[in-house]
């Protein structure tokens, strides 16, 4: 028989046994009340106010397989959103950019996205068989819907520098029947058309004349499908510049007048917001620039642009 004082004794000892893992508990869950209140403070405070720092101008290509220098799988464009987003990024207008109208919300660091040579993975349009159509879910303009969809707040931004008279597969998106749509489309979803000349000229071999026409006619086939649609930005072929670069900002040929406020070259690396207009640098979007970058920014975090 057991001695009941000696009950008594373990039923106390339970007891206590029972306060304290009460009590840690208890203060296990305040601090985790309270770390959930101050750890987007303590976040934002790691990351200052930083309205000088830099912008990446991603320049992608292809959306297609596989995997090259100028090709980025459908999956890895998806990674590379995913981790953008992961990484405090989101998407801001050129537009805006250029108009220096940055806006993003407090903490996060503003990225553009920029698509040159219109070719048939950046947007594809599949047919219902009645007469509409539905974007492919695996070209550009289809994942970026996707992803903003479910991330509303990375935002849903990309231009896209056309080429209107280049050989198929470049000439818009290499689906004839859908030309105008695709030009509609990406106005009406917000996304931005930019000029990459008419036929992706090398500008350096160009007469004055022939600079103008190039710009000019690429201006005039996106205004065309979209009336009144302003084209504000100029994406250089090959990164190559004309004899007199200031034709690359204002000019007109035939009644048609263009008026860009950024000029993109092919590399470079982050841009500043306080740009020169005619030399705005891109970063090429291939895997090891971007972890190349990205890691840039996590050890200096003091060069990021950070929205308040
Ligand atoms: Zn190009």
């Known amino acids: 028989m057991i001695p009941l004082r000696y009950l008594n004794t373990v039923k106390s000892r339970q007891h206590s046994l029972c306060n304290i893992a009460g009590i840690l508990k208890t203060a296990c869950l305040l601090s985790f009340i309270l770390l959930s209140f101050t750890l987007p403070v303590w976040a934002d405070n790691l990351l200052p106010l930083n309205q000088k720092g830099k912008i990446m101008i991603l320049e992608y290509h292809k959306i297609a397989y596989p995997e090259a220098r100028w090709t980025r799988t459908p999956e ?39 698509f040159d040579d219109s070719s048939p993975g950046q947007l594809r349009f599949i047919p219902d068989g009645k007469g509409s159509y539905r974007v492919d879910p695996d070209c550009a303009v289809g994942i970026l819907e996707s992803f903003n969809k479910v991330h509303t707040d990375f935002g849903l931004a990309a231009t896209f520098f056309v080429l209107p ?69 100029l994406s250089l072929p090959m990164g190559i510049y004309p004899q007199d670069k200031d034709l690359l900002l204002n000019g007109s040929y035939e009644g048609t007048v263009y008026r860009h406020l950024g000029v993109l070259m092919v590399a470079g690396g982050p841009a500043k917001p306080a740009f020169d207009p005619l030399r705005i ?28």
């Open 76 to 114: 890895n464009f998806r990674k590379d959103l995913q981790r953008f987003y992961e990484k405090g990024y989101s998407l801001i207008r050129l537009e805006d950019f250029l108009k220096k109208r940055i806006k993003v919300e407090k903490g996060r660091t503003p990225l553009i996205l920029t």
């Open 165 to 233: 008279a280049a050989d198929p597969p470049n000439r818009l998106f290499n689906q004839p029947e859908y030309t105008k749509e695709k030009l509609r489309y990406l106005a009406g979803k917000g996304f931005e058309i930019g000029n990459h000349t008419y036929w992706h000229a090398t500008l350096s071999k160009l007469n004055s004349e022939g600079v103008k026409r190039q710009l000019a006619l690429a201006v005039k086939v996106i205004q065309e499908a979209v009336p009144g649609y302003s084209v504000v930005a």
């Open 281 to 308: 640098p891109r970063i090429q979007a291939t895997e090891s620039e971007l972890n190349y970058w990205i890691k840039y920014f996590d050890k200096h975090p003091e060069e990021r642009f950070i929205g308040d």
